[in-house]
């Protein structure tokens, strides 16, 4: 969100921003609670996800530093729409909200920075849309797999998620993605290693999702 914003203007903000560190396992907020601060992720996982009245989680992304986390609430002053939690240990900073407006309303750049990032959420949260009603659930599961893995930059990408967390993001039950992931393996397109999923093969992941042709 910040990446554009001339040093002093970044400055600004670590001079305001509190260092926060959160054990795997630990929430950094959760839905309904009110908005009072931004998280910038530095290192680590983080999960944002929504709770069902039955328990039942959706997850709804795995973001990672430097991506930020908080934005709407901080915007409309509403309480949170969501929750997040540590995948991993995991540095943030946080700048209240304050604080927040306060660097909206004297930086041009800032709202700029802050409407780029709205786009990209709104963008995410359509394709999620779409993605229940055009794939079936093997195709939400490899394309769960592609964003994962493209987080990193090496060709063979280890995925610390569980399967039940899979099943939370990709809609589906813990069983079927479980035969959705089994079929990957038997085609050599990833293997698993305990709670981890090593992606071998990318490609062939993105063309079952539907990006570039479609994969049987």
Do not use: C
């Not at 990209?120 to 592609?146: M, Y």
């Not at 994962?148 to 809609?171: C, D, R, V």
């Not at 293997?191 to 570039?212: S, Y």
């Amino acid at each position: 969100m910040f990446a554009g914003l001339d040093p002093q203007a970044r400055r600004k903000i670590a001079d305001v921003a509190v260092p926060r560190h959160y054990r795997r396992g630990r929430l950094l907020f959760f839905e309904g609670e009110p908005g009072e601060s931004l998280i910038m992720i530095r290192s680590g996982a983080v999960s944002v996800f929504r709770t069902a009245a039955t328990g039942e989680r959706a997850m709804l992304h795995v973001a990672r530093a430097p991506e930020v986390l908080g934005e709407v609430s901080l915007l409309d002053g509403s309480p949170r729409s969501a929750s997040a939690e540590a995948l991993e240990d995991t540095t943030a900073l946080a700048l209240a909200r304050s604080s927040f407006l306060e660097l909206v309303h004297t930086s041009p750049k800032m709202l700029d920075s802050v409407l780029r990032s709205m786009g990209i959420l709104v963008r995410r949260l359509t394709e999620q849309s779409s993605d229940h009603v055009f794939l079936d659930l093997p195709g939400r599961v490899a394309k769960t797999l592609v964003r994962l893995a493209e987080q990193h930059s090496s060709p063979m990408t280890t995925i610390e998620l569980n399967q039940t967390q899979l099943a939370e993001m990709a809609g589906g039950s813990r069983q079927s993605v479980n035969q959705a992931v089994g079929i990957f393996a038997n085609r050599g397109w990833l293997r698993t290693e305990g709670r981890k999923i090593v992606v071998v093969d990318l490609p062939a992941l993105r063309r079952r999702a539907g990006f570039g042709g479609a994969e049987e």
